[in-house]
């Protein structure tokens, strides 16, 4: 029998895949895109986020212990569980893919620009393959011992910067303009890209009906941890990272000194990273099995996990070009996240809900 | 030897011997069909005899002899086995008694014994029958643990663990008296886990020495020691301990669900016990803790854990056991906090150079040159300038000669073990540098390992760490920090997996539950007011919230 989640878990989980997001790719694009302005923007993208998830953790409530699957085949038979079901399988799998390629693409750069990066993938998607094989339990025990030492880094990271800090790189603090930063920033709410999991979990928790709370601390842990990687990388650096591929989190952690001893603690950062990359390729690929055995009612997914893993393998591969690179990061992966976060689950909430009470109170 | 005999041909003599399949070979896990002591005495010796072989069998001891009671003689025998009783406790207080007494007790004729009450002043005879059986049991045999048995196959279990089974002519049962008395090691210093502050009674082979050592330490009814067997063959006898009040009853049923569903012909020690009830089959991770320690065992009974005692072994096995207790000394809780604490983090510190330390070297003399000082880098580089081999070669040579000479330490007899292992490491780790094989950096790289390799007190727990620090070594060697955290986050991911008896192994790290007892960092002894709730006790707390009831 599968063991239920508690909350600590779920919410260290739900970090697990903002922090990676963030990592790799989120906090870089929303500084590239509104530069001076991306910390009140990231202010600005908290509070929505918050209050984005209180109110769909609110029409959640009205299922308690179910998840979207659940509520989706309440709304609309088998037939709309499916197709929500698919479509949710192949944008995980284009997560987990770009994931598996950005992390790689990271990795050769900064220490392999010899090894071929069929190699590094490969030994990403080994040790994914692996864990996923020891059961649904342990994945989710390990994000917990992992997360809090991440969250402590970037607070250390940012302590560790705060000297070489120049505050004045937040000015213009609006940016390129009031339009550009608030309006078209706000599309960087994928930095909450936790969020897409959270209605996964209702079946799987100890407790279904703290939904709310669990929603909530997620995303202020989220909030926090955005801003401080945030500002760690605007005070730092004014427009060089622009033409960086590294992930900026990483260059930041270049400058930090301690003592003469540790000459440069970037490789203790890829260290921890690479904990923290691979638990969130775990956890995404836990959800691809999960919806593919709640839709096609498999009694074990582990059969499915190497198929998977193979069909992101060679999709990460497949991405060779910086430009479709780009265009994925950019501009598909927003669109999906908020098509499959915010939009999808709106529309199922909501006619559930409308279904329940027309079918009560006709 | 004449001339002829040394010119004639004398092929060639081979001695050859082959084992070969038994053509009767017996594989049967089923219980040997149930067979009654018969009135007929001769049918019981005969029984005895081909039972036990009697006549190849040297040390099985059949002593027949005449019982008179009543003026009547009645053929008797007493079967047992040479070495495992008290020949002298046979001597006085069995075959005495029942040879020489009986002859004093002859009774008339007719007789029946009279006994005599007084009620309401009336006094009343009332004729009692004679009854042999009882009046062996209740008159000639003064020995406290006497039992009538019936089953021929439970009185030879008996005989085999060192009892005296007597048979009688015309009774349909015998008795089985318990006069062990063989040989055995005396309670002793423990060997393994030797403490400065503490105890020091270790476990012995003998079960009811073990059972009476936890009995002597917590002094309470509540401590039940319930016995089982263990082996179709070996009927190996095995003590399941726990306190009663405490242990939630859920574990003491799956405990003795495992053990009882055991088939196996022989059972011998009780680390392969451990290995039969472990949920773990692929991980080679310890998951029950095993100790020769009578003071630990009662520390984690008093959690609210299980002990198992196997007769013939000094170890116990506590169950269930979880990541941080591999990592505990029964010291602990006799040191104060701070040193505890201390020895503590310097164990997980151990845990983790063993495991990661000779992986990240070779990560960072290879990869990532940046996290070390330009001097040192620089020395390093210097150190291995003459030496032609590459780095891991140099460090798995070096780590096997290390564990060679820990082996052959243990294998050699005591008073050599240790002068072999500081000469062995002395005279080959600086032949080695002076040869240009090795370089001394590794060396310091490789003795700091084995160091931190003796500090962790579990044995079976550190020998896991050694195995899978090659695998660490060759990824760091491979990818660096990325295939070393790669593999870290498998062997995290392999932890979390495990379980021991329902309990998560690395309980209470990813739990909110309370777990004073213990917790990462322990806690003063006034402060040890719940037990560990990973473990679902019966009786929450073990202590008020105030102890120091004098101070306040």
């Known amino acids: ?362 | 030897m004449n001339i002829k005999e040394l010119f004639s041909y004398h092929p060639k003599q081979y001695y050859n011997f082959e084992l070969k399949p038994t053509c009767n070979a017996l594989q049967n896990f089923e219980p040997a069909p149930k067979q009654n002591v018969s009135s007929n005495i001769e049918l019981n010796l005969k029984y005895i005899q081909s039972k036990y072989q009697t006549n190849i069998n040297s040390d099985i001891m059949i002593r027949t002899f005449n019982l008179i009671a009543q003026n009547r003689t009645y053929k008797a025998f007493l079967v047992y086995i040479d070495g495992m009783v008290d020949s002298k406790l046979i001597n006085d207080f069995v075959l005495e008694p029942l040879m020489l007494r009986s002859y004093s007790n002859t009774y008339t004729k007719n007789s029946n014994q009279l006994t005599s009450e007084n009620n309401y002043n009336i006094s009343v005879k009332k004729m009692t029958k004679f009854n042999l059986e009882n009046y062996i049991y209740d008159s000639l045999i003064p020995q406290n643990n006497l039992t009538k048995k019936t089953e021929l196959n439970k009185l030879v279990e008996s005989v085999n663990s060192g009892n005296c089974a007597l048979f009688i002519d015309t009774l349909e049962i015998a008795f089985d008296i318990d006069i062990k008395g063989f040989k055995q090691r005396s309670v002793d210093t423990p060997q393994n886990e030797n403490i400065i502050n503490g105890p020091q009674e270790a476990f012995v082979e003998n079960i009811r020495v073990n059972t009476s050592l936890l009995r002597r330490i917590l002094n309470n009814e509540n401590l039940i020691i319930e016995s089982m067997q263990v082996g179709e063959i070996s009927k190996t006898q095995v003590a399941v301990c726990y306190m009663q009040n405490i242990i939630n009853p859920e574990l003491v049923k799956e405990i003795k669900y495992r053990i009882n569903n055991i088939k196996l012909d022989s059972l011998i020690s009780s680390g392969q016990l451990a290995q039969l009830i472990e949920e773990n089959e692929k991980i080679d991770i310890p998951t029950l803790l095993e100790t020769e320690r009578p003071d630990k065992c009662s520390k984690f009974l008093m959690q609210g854990r299980a002990v198992i005692l196997v007769n013939g072994n000094p170890y116990a096995i506590i169950a269930p056991a979880v990541l941080i207790d591999f990592l505990a000394s029964p010291e602990d809780t006799n040191l104060k906090t701070l040193f505890a604490n201390f020895l503590k983090v310097l164990r997980i510190l151990a845990y983790f150079i063993t495991l990661l330390a000779p992986g990240m070297f070779i990560a960072i003399t290879g990869f990532h040159h940046e996290l070390l000082p330009t001097e040192l880098l620089f020395s390093i580089l210097a150190s291995r300038e003459h030496v032609p081999f590459p780095i891991i070669f140099e460090l798995i040579l070096m780590e096997i000669s290390f564990e060679l000479i820990r082996e052959s330490g243990i294998r050699v007899p005591a008073p050599i073990g240790a002068t072999l292992g500081i000469v062995g490491a002395l005279i080959l780790g600086d032949a080695a540098v002076s040869a240009h094989i090795v370089s001394p950096i590794l060396i310091i790289i490789v003795a700091i390992t084995g160091l931190s390799s003796f500090a962790i007190p579990d044995f079976a727990f550190s020998f896991h760490l050694r195995i899978y620090r090659f695998l660490f070594t060759l990824l760091g060697f491979c990818a660096g920090f990325i295939g070393i955290g790669a593999g870290l986050l498998v062997y995290i991911n392999m932890l979390c997996s495990m379980n021991s008896f329902g309990v998560s192994f690395v309980s209470p790290l990813t739990s909110s539950l309370s777990t004073h007892l213990n917790s990462f960092f322990i806690k003063p002894a006034w402060k040890y007011e719940k037990r560990p709730g990973f473990i679902q006790p019966k009786k929450k707390y073990a202590q008020p919230k105030i102890s120091k009831k004098w101070r306040y």
């Open chain 1, 1 to 362: 029998m599968e063991r239920k989640l508690g909350n600590f878990e779920v919410i260290n989980s739900l970090i697990m895949m903002s922090i990676a997001d963030i990592v790799l790719t989120s906090a870089g694009i929303l500084i590239k895109e509104v530069n001076s302005a991306s910390l009140l923007t990231s202010c600005l993208i908290s509070i929505l986020g918050i209050f984005i998830t209180f109110i769909m953790c609110k029409l959640s409530k009205n299922f308690i212990g179910k998840d979207i699957l659940n509520i989706s085949e309440y709304l609309g038979g088998k037939i709309l569980k499916t197709i929500v079901g698919f479509g949710f399988v192949i944008y995980f799998i284009l997560i987990l893919a770009l994931f598996l390629r950005q992390t790689s693409d990271a990795m050769q750069l900064i220490y392999y620009p010899l090894t071929h990066i069929i190699f590094i993938i490969a030994l990403l998607s080994i040790a994914t393959g692996i864990i996923a094989n020891f059961g649904n339990n342990s994945i989710f025990k390990a994000t917990s011992l992992i997360v809090p030492f991440l969250y402590t880094a970037i607070f250390l990271i940012f302590i560790g910067n705060t000297k070489n800090f120049n505050i004045d790189n937040m000015f213009p603090i609006f940016g390129n303009g009031f339009n550009h930063s608030f309006i078209k920033g706000l599309t960087n709410i994928f930095t909450f890209s936790g969020l897409s999991y959270l209605f996964f979990f209702p079946s799987k928790l100890k407790k279904p009906e703290e939904i709310t709370k669990i929603g909530l601390i997620f995303s202020i842990l989220n909030c926090v941890y955005l801003i401080f990687c945030v500002a760690d990388i605007l005070f730092l650096f004014s427009d060089t990272m622009n033409h960086s591929q590294l992930p900026p989190l990483y260059i930041s952690v270049r400058y930090i000194e301690f003592g003469t001893f540790f000459q440069r603690m970037d490789a203790a950062f890829i260290f921890l990273c690479v904990l923290g990359l691979i638990s969130a390729l775990n956890i995404n690929l836990y959800f691809i099995l999960e919806i593919l055995k709640n839709i096609t009612n498999l009694s074990d997914s582990k059969p499915l996990i190497f198929p998977c893993l193979l069909t992101a393998f060679g999709i990460a591969l497949g991405l060779k070009q910086d430009s479709t690179l780009d265009f994925l990061e950019n501009s598909l992966s927003k669109i999906l996240f908020i098509v499959f976060t915010f939009v999808v689950p709106l529309i199922i909430f909501i006619g559930a809900f409308l279904k329940k009470k027309f079918k009560y109170n006709p």
